[in-house]
């Protein structure tokens, strides 16, 4: 159960368009289409985002986005605003009912 | 609206046991399967434990099997991790995570506030 991996931090300017990568193997990312992302800002809980790789809960904005490729998920975040600015994190179902976590991503709003 | 409130961290001397809980309300409970996650200070998310709705299926991560019991009580609403032999390690705010019932339910919808475990001699 190792951790999914994910760039310690990315960056934009507000009105820009960022990607974060989620890294897996077969056995997570690859192996379902299980794949959610949770936005943490400082202090608080998580908050879901994207579910099932792709799909949002009702109430998230259209510009938060999910793809997978492979042993790669990837959350896109279009139009950059200020309050996106966040910890982001990934997760994947692993079998067995058991599931994994990304490192975490910063998001910095420049 | 639902709520999950999570009580029972607080210091606790290595090898020693804590019992966490979190009180559910907004939903019906008994028919969702809950996890428990927890964050160590500056770090990501980790999945703890998995319970069913009904209590018949319980999972753990590795690193937490054979110290940690999850477990609930339908009838108050209310899950619980019962922490054993804990670790420097173990330290981390705790939260309790109601299982999706979007899609294939395999994602975590809703979020306590958690509730911060310190194992400190």
């Known amino acids: 159960q190792s951790a999914l991996t994910q760039p310690r931090s990315v960056s934009g300017s507000p009105g820009q368009s960022v990607t974060i990568s989620c890294t897996g193997t077969s056995s997570d990312v690859g192996g379902y289409n299980y794949v959610s992302w949770y936005q943490q800002h400082p202090g608080k809980a998580p908050k879901l985002m994207i579910y099932?790789?792709?799909k949002r809960p009702s109430g998230v904005p259209d510009r938060f986005s999910g793809s997978k490729s492979g042993n790669t998920a990837s959350l896109t975040i279009s139009g950059l605003q200020a309050e996106d600015e966040a910890d982001y994190h990934c997760c994947s179902y692993a079998g067995s009912y058991t599931y994994v976590f990304g490192t975490g991503t910063k998001v910095t709003v420049l | 609206q639902v709520q999950l409130v999570e009580s029972g961290g607080g210091v606790v001397q290595p090898g020693r046991s804590l019992r966490l809980s979190c009180a559910a309300s907004g939903f019906t409970f008994s028919s969702y399967g809950m996890h428990w996650v927890r964050q160590a200070p500056g770090k990501g998310l980790e999945w703890v434990a998995f319970?069913?709705?009904?209590?018949?299926?319980?999972y753990y991560a590795d690193s937490v099997k054979g110290r940690f019991t999850i477990s609930r009580d339908n009838s108050k609403n209310t899950l619980y991790l019962q922490t054993n032999s804990l670790r420097a390690e173990d330290r981390a705010v705790y939260y309790c995570a109601k299982g999706s019932e979007m899609g294939s339910s395999s994602s975590f919808d809703y979020w306590g506030q958690g509730t911060l475990v310190t194992v400190s001699s």
């Open positions: 099932d790789v792709s």
């Open positions: 319970i069913s709705n009904d209590g018949s299926k319980k």
